[in-house]
């Protein structure tokens, strides 16, 4: 408020603060003409509003101020404040949890895909799919496995089986769900 603002050559936002806030408004305002010059600079065919432009940037800011908030050092269960290497650590765990799940999801969607392909085609295969999928909905997150094991950061991370006698591996069945998307790339 009292100084020149936002220098154009070298924006930085406030990311303790909301985008409301005058020196992240301002940062915004730049960015926003920044693009507009861009656009008109480089002819490109569709030019939009500055209030679209200003919504898509303030949206992009919150995101952003997400990740830089969840990536603060937290309190640990000691009241403690995390080390960098404790703060690495929870986030990498977090983002493993998202993977995971995302990978499961996947597993779902394509399933659900081939099952009705393959039912309306009338294929002789669609009750063994129809099985794996009716599989993998009713074991759920804690019957997939973690997926191989991950070598990153030069820490070997060793995953344990648990063998529990009424659950099978079903890791070659995933293995074709995998492989199908691969094979079907026009349908997936």
Known sequence: EDG????PERLQFDLAKNSKLPWNSAVLGILCQQLKD????EQWPMQRP????????TERYK???????????????????????????RLVAERQVVLK???????????????????????DDAGAWKWLQRLVKTLGEHGMS???SDIGNDVEEVLRVKNMGWCHSIARELDLVDLQRLVDTDIF
């Open 4 to 7: 020149p603002g936002p220098n």
């Open 63 to 89: 995101r952003l101020r997400t990740t830089w908030r969840n990536a603060q050092p937290k309190l640990t269960e000691k009241g403690t404040v995390e080390t960098p290497a404790e703060t690495e650590a």
């Open 101 to 123: 799940q995302c990978r499961q999801t996947t597993h779902r969607r394509i399933l659900d895909h081939i099952v009705k392909l393959k039912t309306e085609g009338n294929e």
């Open 146 to 148: 973690s997926d191989e």
């Open 38 to 41: 861009q656009c008109t600079t």
């Open 50 to 57: 500055d209030t679209y432009i200003r919504r898509l940037l």
